[in-house]
Nanobody, 120 residues
Framework: QVQLVESGGGLVQAGGSLRLSCAVSGRLLSIGAMNWYRQSPGKQRELVATIGSSGSTNYTDIVKGRFTISRDSAKRTMYLQMNNLKPEDTAVYYC??????????????WGQGTQVTVSS
């Protein structure tokens, strides 16, 4: 069983910053790529940022230069530093991770989401 738990969401004014965390727990052999997604009311869930097991990163264009994804493998935790937040960043943010369990089973798991609200 794999659990992903997000934290760090909240209410912030436009131009402010938040740092999201995603802690992964379970009987894991390895964690591969990890992702942050977000979903606003009435919209499809969209990929925000990706970080590979080697630390390579990729961002959707609308957050480039404002968001930074990182991971601490020892802590099994992924982060999303969000700066210069805009009202259109308001969404529920979800973390997602791929990996392998002890015993060899692959997993693709999601967190429960954390709300980010940016006021104008």
């Amino acid at each position: 069983q794999v659990q992903l738990v997000e934290s760090g969401g909240g209410l912030v004014q436009a131009g402010g910053s938040l740092r999201l965390s995603c802690a992964v727990s379970g009987r894991l052999l390895s964690i591969g790529a990890m992702n942050w997604y977000r979903q606003s009311p009435g919209k499809q869930r969209e990929l925000v940022a990706t970080i590979g097991s080697s630390g390579s990163t990729n961002y959707t264009d609308i957050v480039k230069g404002r968001f930074t994804i990182s991971r601490d493998s020892a802590k099994r935790t992924m982060y999303l530093q969000m700066n210069n937040l805009k009202p259109e960043d308001t969404a529920v943010y979800y973390c997602n991770a791929f990996g392998v369990l002890l015993g060899g089973t692959r997993f693709n798991s999601w967190g429960q989401g954390t709300q980010v609200t940016v006021s104008s």
